[in-house]
């Protein structure tokens, strides 16, 4: 049976998904739903998320939710050791800067600094706001940097489920007009990463499309 992801192709979890799926060459059915597409308040979408949130993964009659949980279920599922490593310490080290992520990252760089930048118009932008929000982001990332000094992928010697969950930001976060501290180790994974073709077709969006008028 064919795995099935939720969700359209502009969102950054489902390009998240996209990217790990294409990563493990696996094939796959995308149904585009959320934004203009809608479909998330529908009763059988709920019983496939309750948060009426996109992505969703299906595989049969098992389905998941939360894009970090997904691209560690492919992982686990289908990945017979690629993008999650079978030694457990390089493996926690993997979910360390995951966790880390989802957590000191995403919301600042997505929430707080892209969204006001496609959703709302320059005259009603927060623009203070916007770049305390990059700022933090940048504080984050110059956390970030020096792991990544001598190596080409965030843990160990290949491409895990840490490089797809912090990787997945980093396009929207190079190419936003945002002010950035200098970050040669992370600006040179970003470079490596953009000559993936999984990581060029998915996640190197103009996301300049998404904007509503006047933003
Ligand atoms: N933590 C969740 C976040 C899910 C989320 O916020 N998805 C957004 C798109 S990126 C969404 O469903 N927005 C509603 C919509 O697109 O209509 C995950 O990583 O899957």
């Known amino acids: 049976m064919m795995l099935k992801v939720w969700g359209r192709d502009t969102s950054i979890n489902v390009q998240k998904v996209l990217w790990a799926l294409d990563e493990l060459s696996l094939p796959y059915e995308r149904i585009d739903a959320g934004g ?4 998330l308040d529908t009763p ?4 496939l998320n309750p948060n009426r949130k996109i992505p ?3 595989d049969g009659d098992y389905s998941v939710w939360e894009s970090g949980a997904i691209i560690q279920y492919l992982a686990d599922a289908y990945g017979a050791g690629r993008l999650w490593p079978e030694n457990v310490k390089q ?3 993997v979910s360390q800067w995951a966790r880390w992520c989802h957590i000191n990252v995403y919301s600042d760089l997505i929430v707080g600094a892209f969204q006001p930048l496609i959703r709302v118009t320059a005259a009603e932008r927060d623009d203070a706001a916007v770049a305390a929000a990059a700022g933090r982001v940048g504080k984050s990332f110059e956390i970030l940097d020096p792991a990544l000094h001598g190596h080409d992928f965030l843990v160990g010697n290949q491409l895990s489920v840490a490089d797809i969950e912090i990787g997945t930001l980093l396009h ?3 190419t936003m007009p945002i002010g950035r501290p200098d970050l040669p180790n992370v600006a040179a994974w970003y470079e490596r990463l953009s000559t993936r073709p999984a990581y060029r077709k998915h996640v190197m969006q103009d996301w300049t499309l998404m904007k509503i008028p006047g933003a």
């Open 44 to 47: 059988e979408y709920a019983t």
């Open 172 to 174: 929207r976060y190079f």
């Open 91 to 93: 493996r926690a080290l």
């Open 36 to 39: 203009a597409f809608g479909g």
């Open 56 to 58: 969703v993964l299906e």
